[in-house]
């Protein structure tokens, strides 16, 4: 019930596409969903992050949808970039806190082709 | 930079070594924590230390001894470690739970 279950695993865009990755958790009790970017040889850094009150966050080029019914969310790139070649990690929490577990997907690889 | 800093960044060692990897946050948090990430598995949470107290041990081998002697400094203290081992650690900090954690680069730990 802890698990966030992350597809694909890889992924393979031309500059300008939108990839999208997707995540599903179990918990109900989970109710803060960020999402993670890490480049080789740097730590993830938080990209964005969504609270189950709204269906849709947008910041700059990344955008998350959420479906509370379904338990799931997605992380979507506009006019992806070279730049933008790394491996995102979904993850999701309580938000109380006392609520220090974050449960993390197992990554998605994106490389964005020029 | 993200405010946490880790050293060594990369860390070879024998099963019968002991070694220690530093953490350090410039951010105010009063939380640190310890994580594993090997290849195709998600990060797994060590431990959790909140105000300098542990709060979360997720069933880790005691050959980790984590230390934090304050809100600033954690340690992970590690002997007769396994080849298994090998992974990157990442520590994290946060202000309080629920919401945003700010990671370090890692160490690279390599147990021959």
């Known amino acids: 019930q802890q698990q966030v279950k992350q597809s694909p695993q890889s992924l393979i865009v031309q500059k300008g596409g939108i990839p999208i990755i997707n995540c599903a958790y179990e918990n109900t009790a989970f109710d803060y969903f960020p999402w993670y970017q890490q480049f080789p040889g740097k730590g993830p850094a938080l990209l964005i992050a969504?609270?189950?009150?709204?269906s849709e966050k947008k910041e700059g080029r990344f955008t998350i949808s959420f479906n509370k019914s379904a338990k799931q969310f997605s992380l979507h790139i506009m006019d992806s970039q070279p730049g933008d070649s790394a491996t995102y990690f979904c993850?999701?929490?309580?938000?109380?806190?006392?609520?220090?577990?974050?449960?993390f997907g197992k990554g998605t690889k994106l490389s964005v082709i020029p | 930079e993200t405010g946490v800093t880790q050293t060594p960044r990369h860390l070879v060692m024998g099963m019968t070594n002991k070694k220690s990897l530093k953490c350090e946050q410039h951010l105010g948090h009063n939380a640190m924590y310890w994580y594993k990430q090997s290849a195709k598995k998600p990060l797994e949470l060590m431990f959790v230390y909140n105000f300098k107290e542990q709060t979360e041990n997720n069933s880790v081998p005691s050959r980790f001894s984590p230390e934090c002697p304050n809100s600033s400094h954690l340690f992970l203290h590690l002997h007769t470690l396994q080849p298994e081992d090998s992974a990157l650690y990442l520590c994290a900090s946060s202000q309080g739970g629920g919401g945003q954690q700010f990671f370090g680069p890692g160490t690279r730990l390599t147990v021959l």
């Open positions: 969504i609270r189950p009150d709204v």
């Open positions: 993850a999701a929490s309580g938000s109380g806190a006392g609520s220090y577990q974050l449960t």
